[in-house]
């Protein structure tokens, strides 16, 4: 049982670049979101999935994309890169309302 | 949609003593709050929950306590040891009946446990 697997752990991007972070997920887990962490601001929702097939944005959505064509990855991409899009990433998964989430690793990207 | 408050942002103890990190959350239909431990470099772990139909919860040193009536909830750690440093979240979600079943997070504590 591998968790949650997140891909790269770092990444430098220039501004107006995209790419995509990977996420996947090898317990079965219906929920699944991206966070963004960053100093003093806690951990804040981007995109979320409660099944294949299903997404809604959260608190902080623009500039970023996803999509959940199985129950094991969600993968977020970002459009075109911006200096305020340097953060820690976070995927994270859940069977379902009322049980805690299983993070991964992060991904700290930086955008100059 | 949930709002969650956490207080406070960073807690200094002597190693033994106890702590207290105490979040406040303002949808009554809230009832399952996780708290999360995140040590330096990782994702946050989920170390203990606690619903809505129940007051209090404990795990060895670790207990948190739920009031529904005034929308709090509390994480007390007893005889802390260097290990617990670390920062910690609470999150309050709902059953998906209506509103965000997503967990809201509050913004974290710093927990600095000196031996």
């Known amino acids: 049982n591998a968790g949650v697997t997140q891909t790269p752990k770092f990444q430098v991007l220039k501004t107006g670049q995209s790419m995509t972070l990977q996420c996947a997920q090898d317990m079965n887990h219906e929920y699944m979101s991206w966070y963004r962490q960053d100093p003093g601001m806690g951990l804040r929702l981007i995109h979320y999935?409660?099944?294949?097939?299903i997404t809604d944005q959260g608190e902080v959505p623009n500039g970023y994309n996803v999509s959940r064509s199985t129950t094991e990855d969600f993968p977020l991409r970002l459009l075109s890169a911006a200096p305020s899009q340097t953060s820690v990433y976070f995927c994270a998964s859940s069977p379902g309302w009322g049980e805690g989430y299983t993070f991964g690793s992060g991904t700290r990207l930086t955008v100059v | 949609g949930e709002n969650v408050e956490q207080h406070p942002s960073t807690l200094s103890v002597q190693e033994g003593d106890s702590a207290v990190i105490k979040c406040t959350y303002s949808d009554s239909a809230s009832n399952y709050f996780p708290w999360y431990k995140q040590e330096l470099g990782k994702g946050p772990q989920l170390i203990i929950d606690?619903?809505?139909?129940?007051g209090e919860k404990k795990d060895q040193r670790i207990a948190v306590t739920l009031n529904k009536t005034a929308k709090h909830f509390s994480l007390h750690i007893t005889e802390t040891q260097p290990e617990d440093s670390a920062v910690y979240f609470c999150a309050a979600s709902q059953r998906p009946s209506g509103g965000s079943y997503i967990p809201t997070f509050g913004r974290g504590t710093s927990l600095i446990v000196h031996p």
């Open positions: 999935s409660v099944g294949a097939g």
């Open positions: 606690i619903r809505s139909n129940v």
